[in-house]
């Protein structure tokens, strides 16, 4: 991993407008991403995880441009992407791709493997002239793990795991510097899942790739992940790297998200204290205020504190090993930690 930082998200917000009546009024918001901010180095593998709609898919999509957001940035390469318009935007989305969750809804029924894994070159012929463009394509097909001769079979043809495999060809295509994973192993079997995830890592040291790596399995985030975000109702509450998160997380929804992982040691299993969270998460179109996790948090905390967390909102505080890389949004821990 580099110390170049090849993407920087600064105070990222999504809203979705709430629209009611006969006239269609704006009458809320969903608030799906609420100002995030983060960094992803050359070669880095940045695992986000969090419950299912917490925002971590529209993030995905944020940087993708896939959306617009509301505010905020994102820098690649010095560059602000939403500043980009035309040939401009178009030769920066060579540069960042993205694998789909879904391996059955996201490749065309239609039309032929080579041909999806192919299409990338249609709208950049640059990077792969006609001539060329079949033997390219056999390439990817071999470097992902699939028979070249299959060049001619439909998706249909591929089971699941082989089928996220040609998504994963068609994200390599163009040679890209960041790769977007959304979820890319949840709809696999446990044994299909192990073998993308050695695929990925396998693609990553060969081609120098960077991943923004979008799951909620936490076993697979910590095995492929160099740091990780930790997502909460759109905003991130904790981010460090895997050792800091696993073994020593800080804010009480990682730890609560952590004592759920299953155990296959039953005698740890019955050492080990679960977290149960009260409640259900709030609706990201009406957010507690304060602390978004106050409503279902478990720690003990004085009267003054949970004044504060009900009505202040805590900014991500760097931990007590003085680092600088792990950071917790979380009022209790700043007051446990000393932190200023």
């Known amino acids: 991993m580099s110390e170049k930082v090849i993407l920087q998200a600064s105070e990222l917000v999504k809203y979705y407008p709430i629209k009611t009546g006969v006239i269609r009024h704006v009458t809320g918001h969903v608030r799906a991403v609420d100002g995030v901010s983060f960094e992803l180095h050359q070669g880095e593998t940045l695992g986000v995880v969090g419950e299912s709609g917490c925002g971590k898919s529209t993030l995905g999509r944020l940087l993708m441009r896939l959306e617009e957001p509301t505010s905020g940035s994102v820098m690649f390469d010095g560059t602000d992407m939403y500043d980009l318009r035309g040939s401009a935007m178009r030769k920066l989305r060579r540069d960042i791709q993205i694998v789909f969750q879904d391996p059955y809804t996201s490749l065309n029924p239609r039309m032929t493997v080579g041909d999806i894994v192919g299409e990338p070159y249609d709208i950049h012929p640059?990077?792969?002239?006609?001539?060329?463009?079949?033997?390219?394509?056999?390439e990817l097909l071999d470097l992902?793990?699939?028979?070249?001769?299959?060049?001619?079979?439909?998706?249909?043809?591929?089971?699941?795991?082989?089928?996220?495999?040609?998504?994963?060809?068609?994200?390599?295509?163009?040679?890209?510097?960041?790769?977007?994973?959304?979820?890319?192993?949840?709809?696999?079997?446990v044994s299909?899942?192990?073998?993308?995830?050695?695929?990925?890592?396998k693609l990553q040291d060969e081609l120098g790739l960077a991943y923004i790596f979008i799951a909620h399995d936490l076993a697979v985030v910590r095995h492929i992940s160099d740091r990780v975000?930790?997502?909460?109702l759109g905003k991130i509450?904790?981010?460090?790297?895997?050792?800091?998160?696993?073994?020593?997380?800080?804010?009480?929804?990682?730890?609560?998200?952590l004592s759920a992982v299953p155990v296959p040691d039953p005698e740890l299993k019955d050492s080990r204290e679960q977290i149960f969270l009260a409640g259900d998460v709030p609706s990201p179109a009406n957010p507690p205020s304060g602390?978004?996790?106050h409503t279902r948090c478990w720690r003990e905390r004085t009267d003054d504190q949970k004044t504060e967390c009900k009505t202040v909102i805590p900014e991500l505080y760097e931990h007590a090993d003085g680092s600088g890389t792990h950071l917790s949004a979380c009022h209790f821990a700043k007051v446990r930690y000393n932190l200023v």
Do not use: W
């Open 126 to 138: 640059e990077v792969a002239p006609k001539g060329s463009r079949r033997k390219r394509v056999q």
């Open 144 to 189: 992902v793990g699939l028979n070249p001769e299959h060049i001619n079979r439909y998706p249909h043809q591929f089971s699941g795991g082989q089928r996220q495999r040609i998504g994963v060809a068609r994200g390599i295509a163009l040679n890209p510097k960041v790769l977007i994973c959304d979820e890319p192993v949840s709809a696999l079997d």
């Open 192 to 201: 299909v899942q192990a073998q993308v995830v050695n695929l990925l890592e």
């Open 229 to 232: 975000a930790v997502m909460y």
């Open 237 to 257: 509450v904790e981010i460090g790297n895997e050792e800091e998160i696993y073994e020593r997380p800080t804010h009480p929804y990682t730890q609560a998200l």
């Open 291 to 293: 602390c978004r996790f």
